[in-house]
Structure formats: structure tokens, C-alpha cells
């Protein structure tokens, strides 16, 4: 009985023994136990955009404590982009995220294959050979954008019902940096929301030619209230245009509506409601990716292209927050589930579509009828969207 209580002995042993070099090897095989994660900012926290993309550095802090280092680079022009990627990777990040719009990214990444980078979309990559080491992403920002112009329409349907307004001074203003495709995407959807409640309204541009100008943009927003507009937008990086509708809103009711960040603070009064690309969820998860030695785009959730991913509403990638119940419209917050639900669903193709005319700014011949219908973020997470509606949107200085 002895001999078969010690060759039952031996063999528990053995077995056991086995289980643990196979837990070890999964283990191992499983990935990294820590990372060194980096980020990249074109500017600092007191910018919407950089502080909105800040957010996602806090989520992964908060997810992975201890088990990640960060380090954080901000204030990093594009043409200044090399050096601080270079000592990032050589102090041993394992992934660096970046929200500039330099091509040095891209350029660079083959000298260091071990890490991954992750950019936010600056161009459509659906053509472009990429680095296996090298991804893009953005959140699908015109649905964001059409319901945030729904909730500045229901506004103007208010005003012009109060009599505060007549139907044909629902003018809608937009700050805008640069006449990209990301940029005239964002305010055509913008615009497109507010006619689907007030089919009357127009809009006029003003191009800041910067990012992020707190002088200019200001300025801009100032010359758009002089010119009559009702209702001012953005899409560049300061507080800005939310202070010059805070300014003339003790003289005429200017409304504000934020990108990024929410103005209630410095707009308490003006600001209705605010738009956000919210990176958490692809940043999260790409974290997740390299530290169990996945692929990215394995592991995000989204539209997937290549290397390249994009999604919306229905992935948390857009958000619409700070929402002032005590200047919008009644019922807007039911208005906005009713949309947000649809583009849940997968439905999109309402947004750039219509009886309207999209002329190529750099090609006035190149025209865009809207009657068929323009699907945004098809092939690529970067916004492709380049006219400007003949009639409805007037560019000024």
C-alpha cells in the first residue's frame, strides 16, 4: 500500500509540476505584465482639444495604476515632432499615442519596430501603404456634429417663435481653422442638423488659419455676431469665440455651441451644448492590445480599415455632454436621444443628404450633388467630406 501511496505521491507531483511551467507559459505568451505607454500633444491641457485628448491618458491611469508608466510630452509642434518621438521610444515606450498632424509619425516608425504608434487621423489613409508598427484613428465627429446642430436649430425654432428672431435671420456662425476636409465635414454636418429643424438657416464661415489663436478666434466670433449670426460654433482650440458669445449676450441673445470641452463654465449664460470625440475607447483598448501582444485592430471596436479604425455613437467614440437645460429649447434632450439612437443603429446616410449643391473649394467645377447621398468615414477614419453647400454656407473675412 505504501509503494502505492508514494507513486500516487510522485504522480500529483509530476502533474502539478506540469500545471505550473504550462501557467508560466501562458503567462509569458499572454503578454506584458507592465507597459511604458507615451503621449504626444500638439498643445497643453488649457486647449479643448489637447485637454479632451488628455481624458484618455487619465482612463488608461485609472484602469491600469500601477502597471503602466506614463510620460507625457506637450506643447510639440509638427515639424518639431521627431525629437520627442525618438526619446519616447528610447526610453522604452511600448505604445505612443499622438493627436498632432505630422507625417514624421509615420516616417519614423520603422526605426523602431517594437513599439506602436497611434495617430489621430490627419489624411485619408485608405490608399496609403502604412508601417506595421504604425495606426490611425478618429471618431466618426459629423454625427456629433448634426446633433449638436440639431439642438442650435430647436433653439433658433424657439427664438423664431418668441419673436426674438424672424425665419429669415436664423444665421448661424462657425469659427474654423483651416478649410480641410475635417474641417468643412464637421461644419456642413453642423449646418445640415440646424436645417433639419430650420430648413431656412444659413451659415457663414470664418477661416482663422491656426488651430488654436485665442486673439483670432475671438475676433472671428465677434465680426460673425456683428454680422448677425444667432447662434456661433468652433472648430479650433480656445475658449475664444465662448467668451465673444458670453460678451454680446448681455447686449443680444448670441448662443454658443462647444466643441471638445465644455464652455459652461465661461459661458454659463450662452453655451447650449457640446460636441466631443471621446478617444478613451480606442486608446483603452489598444493599451490592452500590446500588453497581451495582440494587434490593435484585433482588439478595437469599430470600423475597421487596415490599420485604421473609426466609429461613432454606437462604439462611445462620440459623445454629446453638458447639455444647459436652462437655455435649450424644450424637449431638445428627447431630440437628441431620437438621433443619437438612430445613428446607434447604424444609421447615417440622412446626414449629408438633400437638395443641395457641394462646390470643391479649390475646384469650382467639381460639384456634388447631394440628392444621392454622401457617406462620410467609408473607407477611412479621416473625414472626406470637402464641399461647401452653393447658397447655404457663405465663406467670409
Known amino acids: 500500500m505504501k509503494r502505492v501511496y508514494v507513486t500516487t505521491a510522485l504522480t500529483c507531483l509530476g502533474v502539478l509540476a506540469v500545471l505550473v511551467i504550462c501557467l508560466r507559459l501562458l503567462n509569458f505568451s499572454s503578454g506584458k505584465d507592465e507597459l511604458t505607454v507615451g503621449f504626444i500633444y500638439d ?20 484602469k491600469y495604476g500601477d502597471k503602466v508608466t ?61 508601417p506595421e508598427n504604425y495606426h490611425t484613428f478618429k471618431g466618426e465627429a459629423y454625427q456629433g456634429r448634426y446633433v449638436s446642430g440639431l439642438v442650435a436649430g430647436l433653439k433658433i425654432r424657439q427664438m423664431i417663435s418668441e419673436g426674438t428672431i424672424t425665419e429669415d435671420q436664423a444665421l448661424v456662425g462657425f469659427v474654423a481653422a483651416f478649410p480641410t476636409s ?43 455676431i456683428d454680422n448677425g449670426c444667432v447662434i ?64 490593435i485592430e484585433s482588439v478595437v471596436t469599430g470600423h475597421v480599415h487596415g490599420h485604421d479604425v473609426s466609429a461613432g455613437f454606437e462604439k462611445g467614440w462620440v459623445e454629446i455632454i453638458d447639455l444647459n437645460q436652462q437655455v435649450a429649447a424644450p424637449k431638445t434632450q428627447k431630440a437628441i436621444d431620437n438621433v443619437v439612437e438612430q445613428f446607434r443603429r447604424g444609421y447615417s446616410n440622412f446626414v449629408f443628404r438633400g437638395n443641395y449643391v ?39 473675412k
Open 43 to 62: 498643445n497643453d491641457e488649457s486647449t479643448g482639444y489637447t485637454y479632451n485628448f488628455s481624458l484618455a491618458r487619465d482612463a488608461v491611469e485609472r
Open 70 to 130: 506614463i510620460l507625457t510630452c506637450s506643447n510639440v509642434l509638427d515639424d518639431e515632432m521627431e525629437e520627442p518621438l525618438r526619446d519616447l521610444a528610447e526610453q522604452g515606450c511600448d505604445v505612443i499615442f499622438f493627436n498632432g498632424y505630422s507625417s514624421l509619425v509615420r516616417e519614423l516608425a520603422p526605426d523602431y519596430p517594437k513599439v506602436q504608434f497611434c495617430q489621430t487621423s490627419y489624411m485619408d489613409m485608405s490608399d496609403q501603404t502604412v
Open 182 to 224: 475635417e474641417v468643412i465635414s464637421g461644419y456642413t454636418a453642423f449646418l445640415l442638423g440646424v436645417r433639419s429643424v430650420v430648413p431656412s438657416a444659413v451659415m457663414q464661415v470664418s477661416y482663422t488659419e491656426t488651430w488654436s489663436s485665442y486673439v483670432l478666434e475671438k475676433e472671428a466670433a465677434e465680426k460673425l
Open 232 to 295: 456661433i460654433s468652433q472648430h479650433t482650440d480656445t475658449i475664444g469665440p465662448a467668451i465673444a458669445c458670453e460678451s454680446a449676450y448681455e447686449h443680444g441673445k448670441v448662443y454658443f455651441v462647444g466643441n471638445n470641452m465644455s464652455m459652461s463654465e465661461v459661458a454659463p449664460f450662452s453655451s447650449l451644448v457640446t460636441t466631443r470625440i471621446c478617444w478613451e475607447p480606442y486608446v483603452l483598448s489598444a493599451v490592452e492590445a500590446v500588453m497581451a501582444d495582440k494587434s
Open 358 to 396: 457641394g462646390v470643391d473649394p479649390d475646384d469650382p467645377s467639381n460639384v456634388l450633388d447631394l440628392n444621392e447621398g454622401y457617406k462620410e468615414n467609408e473607407n477611412t477614419s479621416y473625414p472626406t467630406f470637402s464641399y461647401v453647400l452653393k447658397d447655404v454656407i457663405t465663406i467670409v
